[in-house]
Nanobody, 126 residues
Framework: QVQLVESGGGLVQAGGSLRLSCVAS????????MGWFRQAPGKERQFVAT????????YYADSVKGRFTISRDNAKNTVYLQMNSLKPEDTAVYYC???????????????????WGQGTQVTVSL
């Protein structure tokens, strides 16, 4: 059973930065791709970023490209999401997810991911 625990969310002013972390257990972390999704109030969960098993390949939603960076430390079983130049529209619950694949080919979808964390709230104020 895979367990994912996110942290690092909070309240930040527009233009600010936050770094989210997600620690995984229960699976050989280094073998599998990881991703971040988010869900704003009243909206469907949407893809944010994904990273391959060794960090060699990343993919971002257009809405965060150039502002967010996904990375991983396989020695620490942790994936990160560095979020810069935050905007009020980035306000959401952010979820970490893992797959059974080493990498996702093409645009990722929720169905590519089989385990999810509980989420961490990110609120960006004006």
């Amino acid at each position: 059973q895979v367990q994912l625990v996110e942290s690092g969310g909070g309240l930040v002013q527009a233009g600010g930065s936050l770094r989210l972390s997600c620690v995984a257990s229960g699976r050989t972390f280094s073998r599998y791709a990881m991703g971040w999704f988010r869900q704003a109030p009243g909206k469907e969960r949407q893809f944010v970023a994904t990273i391959s098993w060794n960090g060699g390949s990343t993919y971002y939603a257009d809405s965060v490209k150039g502002r967010f960076t996904i990375s991983r430390d396989n020695a620490k079983n942790t994936v990160y999401l560095q979020m810069n130049s935050l905007k009020p529209e980035d306000t959401a619950v952010y979820y970490c997810a893992t797959t059974s694949y080493g990498a996702i080919v093409g645009e990722p979808h929720e169905t590519d991911f089989d385990s999810w964390g509980q989420g961490t709230q990110v609120t960006v104020s004006l």
